[in-house]
């Protein structure tokens, strides 16, 4: 069993959790606020064709909508395909979006600080499109 180095990134939006979910699950919006995923988002069957933030094609995998607040996502890129876990929780009469970034073995802390870097600024993008 192999355990990887994991951080959780948060943050706090002064908005009903459902309202944040249903902005934030439907996959055409990601380009508008998760830069750090992709743009140029395409439906291709059940998925979705984007390119990430180097201009490489990837494939990405959402989860069907939910009453959970869950927002997993798989992306494929060349060979690999990295699983990020996102929620979407009540917090008071707002919300908590989070995301559960893994470090795995080919990242060096710098590339992983990085990341974590790139998810916040998704998240605060999020938190400030909602706010308005």
Known sequence: MTIYKSRIITVSIDRDW???????????NFQRWAAGLG???ERSGEEWTAEDPDGRLIRIRFSRPNEYGVLDHIVF?????TRNAVRVVANGTGAEV???LLRTPDMTEAI?????????RD??????M???
């Open 18 to 28: 459902r309202e944040v979910y249903d902005f934030a699950s439907i996959p055409e």
């Open 39 to 41: 743009r140029r988002f």
């Open 77 to 81: 890129a060349e060979d690999k395909e």
């Open 98 to 100: 989070m995301f559960v």
């Open 112 to 120: 992983f600080a990085a990341d974590a870097e790139a998810v916040q």
């Open 123 to 128: 998240l605060n993008t999020l938190k400030a």
């Open 130 to 132: 909602l706010e308005r």
